[in-house]
């Protein structure tokens, strides 16, 4: 229901679906995850800094779910995976200059896999020979 609302709300109300409820719990649910979220920060740090409301955090979730790719479930997992692993190696080798090392990366990352990590390789796995119907 929350696809058809997304796609075409006044669709989904012509059927007669109460989209306000919908929404209304689908933003419930999500306040609900963040609030746990929230909690079990604090509950395993023992505080909470404003440090946590920082722009970082915020970007670092954007690029896992670009590196890895939007739409799907593994992908942002991937995307985790690369951005610490990447981050790690850079910051060995390139020391204090690592960011701009790993800008550059993710410039050529969204060049050549312009759909994440999984959806490039999915669009490249249906284009195989013995996939073609």
Do not use: C
């Amino acid at each position: 229901m929350l696809v058809a609302i997304r796609e075409n709300e006044l669709r989904a109300m012509t059927m007669g679906y109460n989209t306000f409820v919908y929404k209304l719990i689908a933003i419930v649910f999500s306040a609900l995850l963040a609030a746990s979220a929230g909690f079990f920060h604090v509950l395993l740090n023992g505080h909470a800094t404003p440090h946590v409301l920082s722009i970082d955090l915020t970007l670092n979730a954007l690029l896992m779910v670009i590196i890895g790719g939007v739409g799907t479930l593994i992908g942002p997992v991937l995307g985790a995976g690369v951005l610490t692993l990447l981050g790690h190696w850079l910051s060995i080798f390139f020391g204090q200059r690592w960011p701009l090392v790993f800008g550059l990366v993710f410039i050529l990352l969204v060049l050549f896999f312009p759909y994440g990590l999984v959806g490039t390789w999915r669009m490249w796995y249906a284009k195989l020979p013995w996939k073609q119907r």
